[in-house]
């Protein structure tokens, strides 16, 4: 059953902690995307990888991590550095040929305790 | 910088009475525009992929239209199941990034 996971579904952190957040896909999709979703706001893109072992920063990538070692896998690190970390977080994958229809992991939601 | 505005921010409908949700952008040459629905706690889910003017694409009660400047998500006679965000998105030629929209909610009513 092809599709993309994402755990936790909800996580809490504590005042200067890093949190990870995972994302996993069977889709052999070649590029991976974070984005972060708040309320009355469209979605902000994170980062963003194209193939393994590359990323590129996106629009609000203060205080974030990422890594891509294998071509499944984006995991996505909020930092201590994130200062207002309470959002939805969703990851995304998507076919590198031509027009890249973006498919979309369940989400995550992060709490600040 | 890519921009997408969606209109309304909210709808509400009465089941069977058809409406459309708008989506304007601007963006340096469209790759394509995207729609996605997306229920409460949960990520989007792909509709449709729009890549001209010109273009419409329908699936069940929903119909995607798209202009050089805008495009209408058209729903006909909604049923409470529709209710949903619906996200309006861009891609710009050469990028693989999506600009959205912040989304119209609908609330269909039975």
């Known amino acids: 059953d092809g599709g993309i996971t994402q755990s936790p579904k909800y996580l809490f952190r504590k005042e200067g902690q890093n949190v990870t957040l995972s994302c996993e896909q069977n889709l052999n999709h070649d590029a991976m995307y974070w984005y972060r979703q708040d309320p009355g706001q469209g979605l902000r893109l994170i980062y963003y990888s194209q193939i393994v072992n590359d990323f590129q920063k996106g629009d609000i990538a203060e205080g974030y991590s990422v890594s891509r070692e294998k071509k499944e896998s984006f995991p996505l690190t909020v930092t201590s550095a994130q200062k207002n970390p309470t959002a939805f977080y969703l990851c995304?994958?998507?076919?590198?040929?031509?027009?890249?229809?973006?498919?979309f992991g369940p989400g995550t939601r992060l709490l600040v305790l | 910088e890519d921009q997408v505005t969606q209109s309304p921010e909210a709808l509400r409908l009465q089941e069977g009475e058809s409406s459309s949700l708008n989506c304007s952008y601007t963006v340096s040459g469209l790759r394509g525009l995207f729609w996605y629905r997306q229920d409460p706690g949960k990520g989007p889910e792909f509709l449709f992929t729009l890549y001209s003017a010109g273009e419409e694409k329908e699936k069940e009660r929903l119909k995607a239209t798209l202009t050089k400047k805008e495009s209408f998500l058209h729903i006909t006679a909604p049923k409470p199941e529709d209710s949903a965000t619906y996200l309006c998105a861009v891609q710009a030629k050469g990028d693989y990034k999506l600009s959205f929209g912040a989304g119209t909610t609908v609330t269909v009513r039975a």
């Open positions: 995304a994958s998507g076919s590198s040929w031509e027009v890249e229809t973006q498919y």
